[in-house]
């Protein structure tokens, strides 16, 4: 049963600038949605809209199957976490943690009850007394979902939570957060600009830019095949190479950035018969160091990140910066020129005028899940 | 042996420089600093410290009307304004007067901002009207409701009469006299406790209201939990500004009543005039200033002491 439904949302400011267009979403009861999107793109406003904090301009928002566009936020039944966290300064954790509940009323017995069971879940039980301004931020991130935990609303909603943290406390409150999800089976909808954070969290991603929806799918299938340019470029660390290509009949090449030939299959001849303005993609761990495989080119090293695990190597390919992903540690040097490994079967084909996938890499098809 | 002496005394001799050094720029610094100082401490002695000592210095003295020192009297100028039943009564007043004028003008600006606070068409055109009294002086005001005063020709009276009351004497009558100051006053400090209370109420994040309303907190609920607490570092600078104003009214007494009826409104400052300047008795005038600014001294300390602890800082 979908849980909240959007159909054909829209968001303007004074009838003129248009925020949001025509969104059709379904978010899945129990399931973890990711909305992500670069900062502008709108998602914030959508989740807001959701949230009823922001007025909707056009279309229906169905919760529970219910119509909820006329309903104050406080009558949608839902929980929602703030980027600043929004806890109040004057009063205490457990005062910031109680807070809705006195508002609702809530008999004092089930209040204490409840405010017991939350606080040893989120290991809070130590700090009650405390202020808000006396708390680390990982502390006042728990109070901060506490306080959404404790009101047992089945839907949850969350604003850029882990923004604030620094880089180590927001890895670990992310498992914190969807083992919280998962055991609770809440219904979440996350937003962030972080990609990395809506790989990592979502049983589902929205890509939103401009108002518009990109690609919604599971993160494997947004990483694999994704939908468009903007995608390709907005899901992966690092992005996915991208290169404009053309093709020479006479030689039976594809040149990229008139920098790359690539030899071409005869299996692609169909697409790039049809295609005249194509742009290729390959993720950085698709350009292979010449181990097992055989050359097919020379590259020069323009930058060498040694990251302990993997190596990261740039090229400068015509215009394009392209990196390269190596498992191990290599002894390589800016300036060095290296041979590589790059086939056309691991190409994502984008049309360059509309940036729509034409098709996605046979290789991201074979090894896709490996299961155990 | 030697050698290693030398050593010492070099890196004692390195020592003693950057400290030397080091002094000079402090001293450099301190005198900087001083010169940035300079014009305030200029100004703060001209015209405020001097005075300070002189009013004290004059509070010991009898004095000619010219206001030159002439008998050194210690304390009796204190004793004498203490057995005067006029001083006793220009305290009462002006306490009475605190009393009346500092809780209606928080209660009714706090009110206005809260109101003006939300987010509706044309409320620039509120804010500017609740606001205006600001703009306007001690005597321009005095003056606008000398006439709505008036006896007969004053708009209160002109209302009481085709309500079929009695007129009331405003401003002669011992009973309605401090409350129609009370009133004047009220008015005029609106426009600063409502600018000052509303720049409190925006500065509260929005979040916190966004936070309770999907909490399902109502309208007064969130005013109690919420705004109250959340403006109390300005509620508590407008009340002590508020306060000092209102033992320091001059003006509006000066054009309303001057001290009058029976002395009803002859609050402190006005009494310092009085004496001063009418009858030249600087001495005591002095000694007045001072129990007056030792009162002011001990609300405020008072305050800071008792209402600082419901004040949350952000």
């Given amino acids: 049963m979908s849980q909240v439904e959007l159909v054909g949302i829209s968001k303007s400011y004074d009838k003129q600038k248009s925020v949001l267009n025509e969104i059709d979403l379904s978010i899945e009861e129990g399931e973890f949605f990711v909305l992500v999107g670069p900062s502008g793109s709108g998602k914030s406003t959508l989740l807001r809209m959701i949230a009823g904090l922001e007025e909707i301009t056009g279309g229906t928002l169905k919760i529970n199957s219910n119509v909820v566009n006329h309903l104050p936020p406080k009558d949608r039944n839902l929980s929602m976490v703030f980027q600043n966290y929004a806890l109040y300064p004057h009063l205490s954790v457990e005062q910031n943690i109680l807070f809705g509940l006195n508002a609702k009323k809530v008999d004092k017995k089930e209040q204490r009850k409840r405010l017991v069971e939350t606080a040893q879940m989120m290991g809070l039980d130590e700090l009650l007394k405390r202020k808000p301004k006396e708390l680390s931020g990982g502390q006042r991130q728990r109070v901060a979902l506490a306080r959404s935990v404790v009101s047992e609303a089945p839907l949850c909603l969350m604003d850029e939570p882990l923004s604030n943290l620094d880089a180590k406390l927001r890895a670990h409150m992310r498992v914190e957060i969807r083992r919280l999800q998962k055991r609770l089976g809440l219904t979440m909808v996350y937003v962030t600009h972080d990609q990395v954070e809506a790989m990592t969290m979502g049983d589902r991603i929205m890509v939103l830019n401009d108002g518009k929806i990109q690609q919604v799918g599971k993160p494997i299938t947004l990483y694999n095949e994704p939908a468009n340019l903007f995608v390709a470029s907005f899901i992966g660390s690092p992005k996915m190479n991208l290169g404009k290509a053309v093709y020479k009949p006479d030689l039976r090449q594809l040149m990229i950035e008139e920098k790359l030939a690539i030899d071409v299959d005869s299996t692609y001849l169909d697409i790039l018969s049809i295609h005249k303005n194509l742009t290729i993609g390959i993720r950085a761990e698709h350009i292979f160091p010449c181990v097992d495989e055989k050359q097919t080119h020379q590259l020069e090293v323009v930058n060498v990140e040694h990251l302990g695990n993997e190596t990261s190597i740039a090229f400068d390919i015509g215009l394009e910066l392209w990196t390269a992903k190596w498992p191990g540690q290599w002894d390589i040097n800016v300036g060095d020129s290296v041979p590589v490994h790059i086939t056309m079967e691991n190409f994502c084909f984008f049309d360059t005028k509309t940036g729509e996938l034409i098709r996605s890499a046979n290789v991201g098809r074979k090894q896709e899940v490996a299961a155990i | ?314």
Avoid at chain 2, 20 to 25: G, T, V
Avoid at chain 2, 185 to 201: C, D, E, H, Q, S
Avoid at chain 2, 217 to 237: H, Q, V
């Fill in chain 2, 1 to 314: 042996m030697s050698m290693s002496n030398a050593v010492v005394r070099t890196t004692e001799l390195k020592q003693l420089d950057f400290e030397q050094i080091k002094k000079k720029q402090r001293t450099k610094s301190f005198l900087k600093g001083m010169m940035f100082l300079l014009p305030s401490i200029v100004l703060f002695s001209i015209f405020l410290f001097y005075p300070l000592l002189r009013t004290i210095y004059l509070s010991f003295f009898l004095t000619d009307a010219k206001g030159v020192t002439t008998v050194f009297v210690g304390f009796d100028n204190f004793i004498n304004m203490f057995s005067s039943p006029i001083f006793i009564q220009s305290i009462q007043s002006t306490f009475l007067f605190v009393l009346y004028t500092v809780p209606v003008t928080i209660i009714i600006s706090l009110f206005l901002a809260v109101i003006a606070n939300e987010k509706l068409k044309g409320i620039g055109f509120f804010r500017t009207i609740y606001s205006s009294t600001m703009g306007i002086s001690v005597a321009a005001a005095s003056v606008f409701w000398l006439y709505l005063f008036h006896p007969t020709i004053g708009m209160l009276n002109v209302i009481l009469g085709t309500l079929g009351f009695e007129n009331i004497g405003w401003l002669t009558d011992p009973t309605w006299a401090l409350i129609a100051v009370s009133v004047t006053t009220i008015w005029m400090n609106i426009g600063f406790t409502f600018l000052i209370l509303l720049g409190g109420l925006q500065s509260i994040d929005t979040y916190l209201y966004e936070s309770a309303d999907i909490d399902g907190a109502g309208y007064f609920y969130k005013l109690r939990r919420i705004t109250i607490p959340m403006l109390s570092p300005t509620l508590f600078f407008v009340v002590t500004v508020t306060i000092i104003n209102a033992f320091q009214t001059f003006g509006q007494i000066d054009i309303l009543t001057q001290g009058g009826p029976q002395n009803t409104t002859n609050l402190i400052v006005y009494s310092i005039y009085r004496e001063a300047f009418v009858n030249y008795q600087f001495g005591s005038a002095s000694a007045q200033a001072v129990v007056l600014f030792i009162i002011i001294l001990l609300m405020t300390l008072l305050q800071f002491k008792f209402g600082e602890r419901k004040v949350h800082y952000q």
